[in-house]
């Protein structure tokens, strides 16, 4: 039996047992840190297995705590996407480009300043999204707010080592939403106090600090490994400078393809068959996305923000984050080199999360 992670030639080149299971074994039984699972890793499986209600991201006879809500399914985990879904709407994030783009800029300005030589992990991959969170849900203490979001990132969220530092940055949030339901604000945080539905009501303090972790959790770690990713990729291309005047959209969408994050593990609320295997109840099932995104027979759009009923809600603000950076680091530092070979960059890789821990970079 397998043992996740999968050992990969270097931190950004798929596993090359993914084409093995896919041709062979679709379905395989595999250990982790958590118990044994079964693992995805066909295109077809994926789209099929993340769209089944059988498969929930509970475990069967988990009571779930309703600050948790986006980790459930039905008709609580559908209110509540109907009550956010507004503020992440596409015309609200196009208002944002201004503050996006000058963003980016004061964080190449800090990798400018700071090296060479930088490591670009620490100087932009990873405050850059932390200050457009913070920016969107309106945090001032931001340098208090990373520490926090950096200590919650550096834990698998699988492991009860996860617990402290996820709930120190909900007791952060908590004092926030606190301070907003006394003074309204006009940014995302206001908007979800504020928002109300006839049939639904409205979010409570409890939502609305796990919305805030889960947009950190999910947010910030996309765009730091696909950052990274994009830069490493077309740097040892030798297409980096290119990104300073070309259209990068198309490199954002190939980037988030290879680079997105695993989605949460899924639990068999019944027997059920997924490609032919035999998954009993209370079974965990893991989706590599990144094998079904590298699956020869994938010929729809790819599934970097997963698929169903909990794709990320967030998408439309990774790209634009991601389409505002790639164009000024690439004019600022048009000779940009790695400073170590890509299979030394150090990464973190758990069963489900995984993202660069440095990039050694000089110009």
Not at 166 to 176: I, K, P, T
Not at 189 to 203: E, K
Not at 344 to 351: D, E, K, L, Q
């Amino acid at each position: 039996m397998l043992e996740l992670p999968l050992p990969r030639p270097d931190p950004i080149t798929p596993p090359p047992a993914h084409d093995a299971l896919r041709r062979e074994s679709p379905v395989a039984r595999v250990k982790t840190v958590a118990g044994p699972a079964w693992l995805v890793t066909s295109a077809d499986l994926a789209v099929s297995a993340l769209s089944d209600p059988r498969l929930s991201v509970t475990p069967p006879g988990v009571e779930v705590d309703v600050r948790a809500s986006l980790f459930q399914d039905g008709p609580a985990h559908a209110r509540l996407r109907r009550l956010v879904a507004g503020a992440f709407r596409p015309a609200r994030i196009a208002e944002m480009r201004g503050r996006l783009d000058a963003l980016a800029s004061s964080y190449v300005d800090r990798v400018v300043e700071a090296g060479p030589p930088v490591d670009l992990v620490d100087v932009l991959a990873a405050p850059l999204p932390i200050a457009v969170i913070g920016d969107l849900v309106g945090i001032s203490r931001l340098d208090e707010f990373r520490v926090l979001v950096d200590a919650a990132l550096a834990v698998d969220p699988m492991t009860a080592d996860a617990a402290p530092a996820w709930d120190s940055l909900g007791a952060f949030v908590e004092s926030l939403v606190t301070e907003r339901r006394a003074v309204p604000s006009d940014d995302l945080l206001g908007d979800l106090i504020a928002v109300r539905d006839t049939a639904d009501g409205r979010l409570s303090d409890e939502e609305l600090v796990a919305l805030v972790q889960v947009l950190v959790a999910a947010g910030a770690l996309t765009v730091r490994n696909a950052l990274v990713q994009a830069v490493v990729r077309s740097v040892s291309s030798g297409r980096f400078a290119a990104l300073a005047t070309a259209d990068v959209s198309a490199v954002v969408e190939d980037v988030i393809r290879q680079a997105g994050v695993e989605p949460f593990p899924r639990f068999a609320v019944t027997d059920l068959v997924l490609g032919g295997v035999e998954i009993a109840a209370g079974s965990m099932v893991l989706v590599s996305l990144e094998a079904a995104n590298h699956d020869p027979a994938r010929t729809a759009t790819h599934l970097g923000f997963g698929h169903g009923p909990h794709y990320c809600l967030g998408a439309a603000l990774a790209r634009a984050q991601l389409c505002a950076v790639l164009p000024v680091l690439a004019r600022r530092l048009p000779g940009l080199r790695l400073d170590v070979p890509v299979a030394s960059i150090p990464w973190f890789r758990g069963f489900v999360d995984h993202g660069p821990l440095a990039l050694p970079v000089s110009w």
